[in-house]
T-cell receptor
Framework: GAGVSQSPSNKVTEKGKDVELRCDPI?????LYWYRQSLGQGLEFLIY????????KSGLPSDRFSAERTGGSVSTLTIQRTQQEDSAVYLC????????????????FGPGTRLTVT | SQQGEEDPQALSIQEGENATMNCSYK?????LQWYRQNSGRGLVHLIL?????REKHSGRLRVTLDTSKKSSSLLITASRAADTASYFC????????????FGRGTSLIVHP
C-alpha cells in the first residue's frame, strides 16, 4: 500500500514568513510523529498525535511551531515567522497502535520536507 | 535525557567486509530499533529488538542487545555499496512513553 507522504518536498521561504508542511500517514496508523533533522544531526522530536488524545507537544521548540491532525489522519505542521535556524528537514512518521494497547513501535517515515529559510 | 548514542560516528569499509555499529543508552527500555537513512531523507525501519531478546537476525543484519550494559550492536555482513547510508538506533522509555529517542547516527560508506 501507499506509504507516508509529505508535501512539499522542498520549501524555500523568506525569514518572517509562515509555512505549512503536510503529512499523510499510512491509512489505519493511529500514531503520528513530527521530527526535525538538522544537517548531519539526529532526529529531534517535535510533536506526537495518538488517536483522539491530546497531542504531546513537549518537543516543540517555541510557540511559533504548531501542528494539528484532522480526522485522525492528515497532519499539518505550521511554523510562523520563520527564522534561519528553522532550516532543516522535517520528517513525519506514523505507526500502528496494536490491540489492547500494545504498541508496535516500528515507525514508517515519509521522505521529508527540506525547509530553507533565507 | 535518555538518548541512543551510536559509535563510531563514521565508518568506511570495502565491499564484502562486515560493518559493526554500536549504540549505547542511559535508562531501561521496552525495545530498541535500528533505522537506515539514505541521502538525508526518510528513515527506513530495519529491525526491532525487545528488551527480553538478546539477538535478532534479518537477512544480512544481526542485532544484539545487552541490557546489563545498556548497549546494542548492528552488524551488517558482506556489505555492499548500496549499504552506504546513515544508521540510527532509537530507544524508548519503559513507562507510558511512545516517543522514541534517536541518536546522531553512524555514517557508513561502503567502497565498491
Amino acid at each position: 500500500g501507499a506509504g507516508v507522504s509529505q508535501s512539499p518536498s522542498n520549501k524555500v521561504t523568506e525569514k518572517g514568513k509562515d509555512v505549512e508542511l503536510r503529512c499523510d500517514p499510512i491509512s489505519g496508523h493511529t500514531a503520528l510523529y513530527w521530527y526535525r533533522q538538522s544537517l548531519g544531526q539526529g532526529l529531534e522530536f517535535l510533536i506526537y498525535f495518538q488517536g483522539n488524545s491530546a497531542p504531546d507537544k513537549s518537543g516543540l521548540p517555541s510557540d511559533r511551531f504548531s501542528a494539528e491532525r484532522t480526522g485522525g489522519s492528515v497532519s499539518t505542521l505550521t511554523i510562523q515567522r520563520t527564522q534561519q535556524e528553522d532550516s532543516a528537514v522535517y520528517l513525519c512518521a506514523s505507526s500502528y497502535l496494536g490491540p489492547h494497547g500494545a504498541v508496535f513501535y516500528e515507525q514508517y517515515f515519509g521522505p521529508g520536507t527540506r525547509l530553507t529559510v533565507t | 535525557s535518555q538518548q541512543g548514542e551510536e559509535d563510531p560516528q563514521a565508518l568506511s569499509i570495502q565491499e564484502g567486509e562486515n560493518a559493526t555499529m554500536n549504540c549505547s543508552y542511559k535508562t531501561s527500555i521496552n525495545n530498541l530499533q535500528w533505522y537506515r537513512q539514505n541521502s538525508g531523507r526518510g528513515l527506513v525501519h530495519l529491525i526491532l529488538i525487545r528488551s527480553n531478546e538478546r539477538e535478532k537476525h534479518s537477512g544480512r543484519l544481526r542485532v544484539t542487545l545487552d541490557t546489563s550494559k545498556k548497549s546494542s550492536s548492528l552488524l551488517i555482513t558482506a556489505s555492499r555499496a548500496a549499504d552506504t547510508a546513515s544508521y540510527f538506533c532509537a530507544t524508548d522509555a519503559p513507562v507510558g512513553s511512545y516517543i522514541p529517542t534517536f541518536g546522531r547516527g553512524t555514517s557508513l560508506i561502503v567502497h565498491p
